[in-house]
């Protein structure tokens, strides 16, 4: 059975930091890609960051410089480092691992709130 596992939202102040993390449990199949997406109320989810099996990154052009994706792949683990916060990052954030011959599932989401 396949299972995501995400952690780390929370309340946090502009310019402030926060860690999310994904754990993913996906039995036999091996993992390709694990991504972070993001959806405010009102537009459409979008990409944040994704890391390959092999360590190649992507990040979304709002968040380079300040945001940071990183996976341990012994853990099935992706990891989103968010420095510099701001209030446009607020947002629900979602945990996409792509796995086997074509599979991806996603995490429930963590929600993510930058405010004063």
């Known amino acids: 059975q396949v299972q995501l596992v995400e952690s780390g939202g929370g309340l946090v102040q502009p310019g402030g930091s926060l860690r999310l993390s994904c754990a993913a449990s996906?039995?036999?199949?091996?993992?390709?890609?694990m991504g972070w997406y993001r959806q405010a109320p009102g537009k459409q989810r979008e990409l944040v960051a994704v890391i390959t099996t092999d360590g190649r990154t992507n990040y979304a052009d709002s968040v380079k410089g300040r945001f940071t994706i990183s996976r341990d792949n012994a853990k099935n683990t992706v990891y989103l480092q968010m420095n510099s916060l701001k209030a446009d990052d607020t947002a629900v954030y979602y945990c996409?691992?792509?796995?086997?011959?074509?599979?991806?599932?996603w995490g429930q989401g963590t929600q993510v709130t930058v405010s004063s």
């Open positions: 996409k691992v792509v796995f086997g011959p074509a599979f991806d599932r």
């Open positions: 996906i039995g036999i199949f091996s993992i390709n890609s």
